[in-house]
């Protein structure tokens, strides 16, 4: 069992730049990739970012890719996603999300764990 907690998301202008993090607990294997996705109203959950538990390998949305960095301190057990130049597009909540292995991680449907999302604003 994985607990996630996410944090760090607001309210931003365009433009400015958010970091989230997001928290784990409970068994972490060293295969397991953490991934971020969001869900705007009305749409469905789409893939941001992932990253592997070694961080040895990082993915990215092409929507976001230049613009958020996704990284990991194991020792903390935390994931970040490094938000810049941000636009109202990107005004979604941002779950936090662990999947057990290296496989169709840009589809929600392959992971097991999910924070509770916390909100990210970015005004116009």
């Known amino acids: 069992q994985v607990q996630l907690v996410e944090s760090g998301g607001g309210l931003v202008q365009a433009g400015g730049s958010l970091r989230l993090s997001c928290a784990a607990s409970g068994r972490i294997f060293s295969n397991y990739v953490m991934g971020w996705f969001r869900q705007a109203p009305g749409k469905d959950r789409e893939f941001v970012s992932a990253?592997?538990?070694?961080?040895?390998?990082?993915y990215y949305a092409d929507s976001v890719k230049g613009r958020f960095t996704i990284s990991s301190d194991k020792a903390m057990n935390t994931v970040f996603l490094q938000m810049n130049s941000l636009k109202p597009e990107d005004t979604a909540v941002y779950y936090c999300?662990?999947?057990?292995?290296?496989?169709?991680?840009?589809?929600?449907?392959?992971?097991?764990?999910w924070g509770q999302g916390t909100q990210v604003t970015v005004s116009s």
């Open positions: 990253i592997t538990w070694s961080g040895s390998r990082t």
């Open positions: 999300a662990v999947a057990s292995a290296l496989r169709n991680i840009n589809s929600a449907n392959a992971y097991d764990y």
